[in-house]
C-alpha cells in the first residue's frame, strides 16, 4: 500500500540543468497536481492533469513542464533549472479536483 | 481577490493545553473548507473538511468550525500532545475546477513539555 511516492527525496543541481521529478500513484485517482512550498507563501499549483494525457496549467507553471501517458505517473521536469527554483515540491493525487492526498515532498536545490 | 489568512503565524503551547488557530477567506463562490496538518519534512494530511452547511466537524482531538456567513474558520486543538507539533494549513475551495484552490500560509504549532 504505497499511495502516493516521489522520487528522488532530495536533489542538488546546477543552474541550467534539466531535471525530472517523479511522481507515482496507486489508488488509480484521475487527479493529479503538482506544488511547490516555499516560505512566505502557500503551496502554489505549479501544473494539473485531470486524467492521462490532459494536463492544465496552475497558478506558476513558467520554466515546468509536465506530462501524463499514464495514470499513475505525473513527472515534472525543469527544462534549464534558475536558483527560483530552489523549492520544495509536492505531488498530489486525488479522485476530484478539490481533493489532495499528498506526497512525501522532494526538497530541490539549485546552485 | 480570493485570499485566504491565517493568524497567528507561529505559536508555542505548553503540552496538554488547548489552543486554535483561526483562518479568515474572501474566496467565493465557496465550495469546502479543508484543515491540514504538515509534519516537518513530510507531505500536508488532511485532517477534516467542511461544506457550507457544516459549522463544525471533529478528528480526534482536533475540532474545526465554519462560520459561512463570516468567512472564519477556526481549529481548536484540545489537550495538546508534543506529536501536534507541526504545521496547520486552511484551504479553500471555490466552485470550479483544480484552479480554484487557495492555500493559507500555515500556522506554525510548537508544543513543549
Known amino acids: 500500500d504505497a499511495g502516493i511516492t516521489q522520487s528522488p527525496r532530495y536533489k542538488i543541481t546546477e543552474t541550467g540543468r534539466q531535471v525530472t521529478l517523479m511522481c507515482h500513484q496507486t489508488?488509480?485517482?484521475?487527479?493529479m497536481f503538482w506544488y511547490r512550498q516555499d516560505l512566505g507563501h502557500g503551496l502554489r499549483l505549479i501544473y494539473y492533469?485531470?486524467?492521462?494525457?490532459?494536463?492544465d496549467k496552475g497558478e506558476v507553471p513558467d520554466g515546468y513542464v509536465v506530462s501524463r501517458s499514464k495514470t499513475e505517473n505525473f513527472p515534472l521536469t525543469l527544462e534549464s533549472a534558475t536558483r527560483s527554483q530552489t523549492s520544495v515540491y509536492f505531488c498530489a493525487s486525488g479522485q476530484r479536483a478539490n481533493e489532495q492526498f499528498f506526497g512525501p515532498g522532494t526538497r530541490l536545490t539549485v546552485l | 481577490k480570493n485570499q485566504v489568512e491565517q493568524s497567528p503565524q507561529s505559536l508555542i503551547i505548553l503540552e496538554g493545553k488547548n489552543c486554535t488557530l483561526q483562518c479568515n477567506y474572501t474566496v467565493s463562490p465557496f465550495s469546502n473548507l479543508r484543515w491540514y496538518k504538515q509534519d516537518t519534512g513530510r507531505g500536508p494530511v488532511s485532517l477534516t473538511i467542511m461544506t457550507f452547511s457544516e459549522n463544525t466537524k471533529s478528528n480526534g482531538r482536533y475540532t474545526a468550525t465554519l462560520d459561512a456567513d463570516t468567512k472564519q474558520s477556526s481549529l481548536h486543538i484540545t489537550a495538546s500532545q508534543l506529536s501536534d507539533s507541526a504545521s496547520y494549513i486552511c484551504?479553500?475551495?471555490?466552485?470550479?475546477?483544480?484552479?480554484?484552490?487557495?492555500f493559507g500560509t500555515g500556522t506554525r504549532l510548537t508544543v513543549i513539555p
Open positions: 492533469s485531470a486524467a492521462a494525457d490532459i494536463t
Open positions: 489508488w488509480s485517482h484521475s487527479y
Open positions: 484551504v479553500v475551495s471555490a466552485v470550479g475546477g483544480a484552479n480554484n484552490l487557495f
